[in-house]
């Protein structure tokens, strides 16, 4: 499977942006999709994910009640809604699908095992 991630671009705060993660190839509908973000000088950290069934998802505590990720068919496209956006929030963000990792288990997962990475998308937030 290849994953293409679109949509980062820059935004002053306050502002919104939605990312797009299109899954293209040998694609399993099980598993789950997230988004993680790596700002510079800083580790990857996970920012939300989506169980390929659509069904149940799952927030870091930093963007919750801001971001809200969703997807269509059966998870192969995966969006993160962003709102309220902050400086805070400039990072390349990544998509990452693992067909065997739930969305609740994906933030405990360590980033190396999951199974595919997008080439990632850049958001910078002004103050």
């Known amino acids: 499977v290849r994953l293409t991630e679109s949509g980062g671009g820059s935004v002053q705060a306050g502002g919104s942006l939605r990312l797009s993660c299109v899954a293209s190839?040998?694609?399993?509908?099980?598993?789950?999709t997230g988004w993680y973000r790596q700002a510079p000088g800083k580790e990857r950290e996970f920012v939300a994910s989506?169980?390929?069934?659509?069904?149940?998802?799952s927030y870091a505590d930093s963007v919750k009640g801001r971001f809200t990720i969703s997807g269509e068919n059966a998870g192969a496209t995966v969006y993160l809604q962003m709102d309220s956006l902050k400086p805070e929030d400039t990072a390349v963000y990544y998509c990452?699908?693992?067909?065997?990792?739930?969305?609740?288990?994906?933030?405990?997962?360590?980033?190396?095992?999951?199974?595919?990475w997008g080439q990632g998308t850049l958001v910078t937030v002004s103050s």
């Open positions: 190839g040998r694609y399993f509908t099980s598993g789950s």
């Open positions: 989506i169980d390929h069934n659509l069904d149940r998802t």
């Open positions: 990452v699908s693992d067909r065997s990792t739930s969305a609740r288990a994906m933030p405990l997962v360590p980033p190396n095992l999951l199974d595919t």
